[in-house]
């Protein structure tokens, strides 16, 4: 009897640590499922959010990475899990942004040289930096919207859910976000006729 | 003014996006670069887990020792305080000793009101006589 009660506790036990787990693998495939698909899109999307700053880029993404790791038991299936991480990657940038953008201030306050220098690899740094200044004068919703939608050709339905916004505000956001560009990238545009 | 859809856009509009996205794009991770990228995740990876883990002693710890350290305050705090300051029963005593019952009542103003009586009364020497008779 007693005998039995023991191999019926330790096997309540052994199923309580297989599905535990199995809980863990699961968790574990599904992140490096995360990490393989997103990588370079997300190193994409924070480059072009962070005016062509590679290692800020690589910094955010990482520490997204790091919050879905650890959130990656509570989320529910409710969104497409992209989408989740998105929301999440945009929480970072826009802290990163802050971050920086206090920085700057003080660093203009002791009057010295900027800490970012922002000129990427490519294929011609004088045009990134234009279009990279074109996009910063615009407002962060456009920007963030504009990148999404235009440039990493996530639907609009998918943008709005990552940046918690309704999609009317983002076609707006996106159609304000396109005049401003055509505008100040008027030779850009005169070339591509 | 009207707002069109992004999937609206003019053949000229796409191809000036298309120009955009181009010369503004971040160049993919090379083979070295995404091992290295991996390494640090990894790295950064452990030391939350290990923030984590000391965090979660901290709260095993921490309460109940918080707990206990709160309960020992609510058991006896509330007797220090409420302990009598001045041993008012020697002070009468010697109060009435030196300077008579009058002077000692009255030196002992500052004392509460049923101290006062108290102390009196138990220095009192003619209280045992009058019990007696």
Known sequence: MGDSAGAMKSGVTRHADARAYGAEAARRLRFETLVREQRDRALGLAWRLLDGDRSAAEDVVQEALVRAHRSLARFREEAALGTWFYRILIREVRRHQLRRAVRERWERLLAQAPARVTVPEGVDPGLQRRIAAALGRLSRGQREAFVFVHLESFTVQQAAEALGKSKGTIKSHLHRALLSLRAELADLREETR | ?133
Do not use: K
């Open chain 2, 1 to 133: 003014m009207s707002e069109r859809h992004p999937t609206e856009l003019s053949p000229e509009e796409r191809a000036f996006l298309e120009r955009v996205a181009e010369s503004y794009r971040a160049e993919p991770l090379g083979p070295a670069e995404v091992v290295a990228f991996r390494a640090r995740l990894d790295a950064r990876l452990e030391t939350a887990r290990r923030a984590r883990e000391r965090s979660r002693h901290r709260i095993i710890w921490g309460a109940p020792a918080l707990a206990a350290a709160a309960l020992c305050a609510l058991l006896f705090l509330p007797r220090y305080f409420a302990a009598p300051v001045v041993p008012a029963g020697v002070q009468a005593s010697l109060l009435i000793e030196y300077s008579g019952l009058e002077t000692a009542v009255a030196q002992l103003g500052y004392l509460p009101e049923e101290y006062q009586l108290l102390s009196t009364l138990l220095d009192e020497p003619w209280n045992e006589s009058d019990e007696e008779s």
